[in-house]
């Protein structure tokens, strides 16, 4: 039986590319020992890129859109989840959940996906998602 899938957020890889990010040695050890198939959306892909092109450039930037593109990758539409993604934001308002937080809790509620790699144990610790009681988080920071 194939491991279930990790959803995957930006924070996680930003720091993966960026050496000097204080998350960037526990990202890489986890990425290296995972064996889950792994999810994102374009949502999350948008804002790593932003993120790499202004504070680490361009080359950067080409590196993590060929690691996207790796086996085990999955890179789910949005538009399925906009209503729910809406509804979330409103939820979540006075955090505020932000629209890339928004499409994975949709989305794993979608997928029925019970785990996000994430750096952002703040905001990822108030999110309850319609499916499970939180979503766990692999990476150990």
């Not at 859109?65 to 993604?85: S, T, Y």
Request: hydrophobic share 45%; glycine share 4%.
């Amino acid at each position: 039986m194939q491991n279930a899938p990790v959803l995957v957020d930006s924070g996680p890889l930003y720091a993966l590319f960026d050496r000097d990010d204080a998350f960037h040695g526990p990202v890489r050890t986890w990425f290296a020992t995972n064996r889950c198939p792994l999810v994102t959306n374009a949502a999350v892909i948008t804002e790593v890129t932003y993120l790499l092109g202004r504070w680490c450039g361009v080359d950067h930037q080409l590196l993590f859109l060929e690691f996207l593109q790796q086996p085990g990758w999955l890179v789910e539409p949005l538009a399925p989840d906009l209503p729910r993604i809406h509804a979330l934001m409103d939820r979540y308002r006075n955090l505020p959940a932000d629209f890339t937080d928004a499409s994975l809790v949709a989305m794993s509620e979608r997928l029925r996906c019970k785990a996000v790699a994430t750096t952002d144990r703040r905001d990822f610790s108030v999110y309850r998602p319609a499916h499970v009681e939180h979503l766990a988080n692999p990476i150990l920071l």
